[in-house]
């Protein structure tokens, strides 16, 4: 057995983990926020001014609060395209050091926004704020876990994630009052501060130090974010495997003239040598949003409304719910199964309960729509929602990391954007007003879902197997 088999995280390791999760719950936590609170922010269901103090609410029409929500997507694309130079130039801790700042101020201004304008300055800068993170979190845990468990701490990612949805719905059923929504938002701003706060405590990537030539600092940070049962002459091991087994490979593929310095953007887009690492990733993150789950997450209350109008926001919270607990099995498995045979399962499962719910809602068949929503949600835990995520840095040479991660999560935000955009008016277009027609659309999003995944599968074949 190799010295790497029983490396693990010290104690502070974790807590570094812990850290970096934070601005992916808060990804997760802003994808709900405002829907959760909109009747009673709009004025729908209260009155505008307390005297003496914020208004307990803000007029605006439907479309003004979809602008808001969407300049969170702006932001986020905004901060992705960014977030490689922050990240190369800075390091990947004041990446998410920034990441930080952007969701304090954010929703701190949202918290107490006494307009729509202040509102959606704020909504900008948290999105901005989760670009960045996104982009950045992945990417920090890939470069200090061991090598045997490093596929199951990027699970972690997409676990805030939907634990962050999932808060932000809790909150919400207890919060949606005129007196307290404003909590909702500045729990995340609070969240941010203490991150910020907590950041002196935490230690920069070695594989960043490394690549800074910083060598001596790389190895006392390893010998602070790892214990093994070896000899302490070996510390290197969880990292240096597979970075000499990249390496390897690097020197076959040509790439090895890409790893001196930083590969930007642009030397990115146009090298032949990165070309499959740019398409695998870019067709796992744009797979991800082509399934449809944000527009399940969105619009689940719209889309069962005639046929479970009172049991909306419980339906929502119960697909949340789902999400979350079937985002632990792939913790367990992703390093003994594999990346590709989980998204292979992933995908398949996917497409059959789209399938089964353009059907159910086109029948009417309550049982299988609802059922087959709860199937979906499942099957995207178990390997469209972590994997793409966990992938950027096993595909690519280290310094191409930061700039395909930049790419690929821009990609996801302007999927994710026109998603949100157009899914509503998509259906009513399909359905052409009949109710009973409403499923067409999953029938759409099942063959998007199929192309992507056709390119995914045809460009990942990953090169080692995962440890068994």
């Given at each position: 057995m190799s010295t790497a088999a029983v490396t693990t995280f010290t104690l502070h390791g974790w807590l570094v983990c812990t850290w970096v999760l934070v601005v992916s719950f808060q990804y997760g936590y802003h994808i709900s926020a405002l829907n959760q609170i909109q009747a009673v922010l709009t004025c729908r269901t209260t009155s505008r001014f307390v005297p003496n103090t914020l208004p307990t609410c803000i007029?605006?029409?439907?479309?003004?609060?979809s602008l808001v929500t969407s300049m969170f997507t702006v932001g986020?694309?905004?901060?992705?395209?960014?977030?490689?130079?922050?990240m190369d130039r800075h390091g990947r801790k004041a990446a998410l050091q920034i990441s930080g700042l952007f969701t304090a101020v954010g929703a701190g201004l949202m918290g107490v926004a006494p307009s729509t304008i202040l509102l959606l300055f704020g909504r900008f800068l948290t999105g901005c704020g989760a670009g960045i993170g996104l982009c950045t979190g992945p990417v920090f845990l890939a470069e200090i876990a061991p090598s045997n468990i490093r596929g199951s701490v990027g699970v972690l990612t997409q676990l805030a994630i939907v634990i962050g949805i999932m808060i932000t719905q809790l909150l919400g059923l207890r919060m949606a009052t005129p007196t307290l929504w404003r909590f909702v938002l500045l729990f995340s701003s609070l969240a941010s501060v203490v991150q910020l706060c907590l950041s002196r405590f935490i230690v920069e990537t070695p594989v960043w130090l490394k690549q800074q030539g910083r060598t001596e600092d790389s190895r006392a940070v390893q010998k602070c974010l790892f214990q093994q049962a070896g000899s302490s002459d070996s510390i290197e091991d969880p990292l240096i495997d597979e970075t000499r087994q990249e390496s390897r490979h690097a020197s076959d593929d040509n790439w090895g003239t890409l790893r001196s310095t930083s590969v930007s953007t642009s030397e990115l887009l146009t090298s032949p040598e990165l070309r499959q690492p740019l398409v695998v990733v870019s067709s796992a993150m744009i797979s991800q949003q082509l399934s449809g789950i944000n527009a399940i997450l969105y619009y689940s209350n719209e889309i069962l409304s005639h046929v479970l109008s009172d049991a909306g926001p419980y339906l929502s919270l119960g697909i949340t719910i789902v999400n979350t607990l079937m985002t632990f099995p792939p913790i367990f498995l992703i390093d003994r199964v594999g990346r590709r045979p989980l998204l292979l399962a992933s995908v398949i499962g996917a497409l059959a309960s789209l399938v089964l719910t353009g059907y159910g809602l086109n029948t009417g068949m309550v049982i299988t729509s609802s059922i087959s929503i709860l199937i979906f949600v499942m099957s995207f835990a178990v390997g469209l929602g972590?994997?793409?995520?966990?992938?950027?840095?096993?595909?690519?040479?280290?310094?191409?990391?930061?700039?395909?991660?930049?790419?690929?999560?821009?990609?996801?935000?302007?999927?994710?954007?026109l998603i949100g955009l157009a899914f509503l008016p998509l259906r009513n277009q399909l359905s052409g007003g009949d109710s009973t027609k409403e499923g067409r659309v999953f029938y759409v999003f099942a063959g998007l879902l199929f192309l992507s995944s056709s390119v995914l599968f045809q460009s990942y074949r990953p090169r080692t197997r995962s440890l068994s």
């Open positions: 007029p605006m029409s439907d479309a003004t609060f986020g694309f905004l901060g992705s395209a960014t977030a490689g130079i922050a972590p994997v793409p995520f966990i992938i950027i840095s096993e595909v690519a040479p280290s310094r191409a990391v930061s700039a395909l991660s930049s790419v690929a999560l821009s990609l996801n935000w302007i999927a994710n954007f």
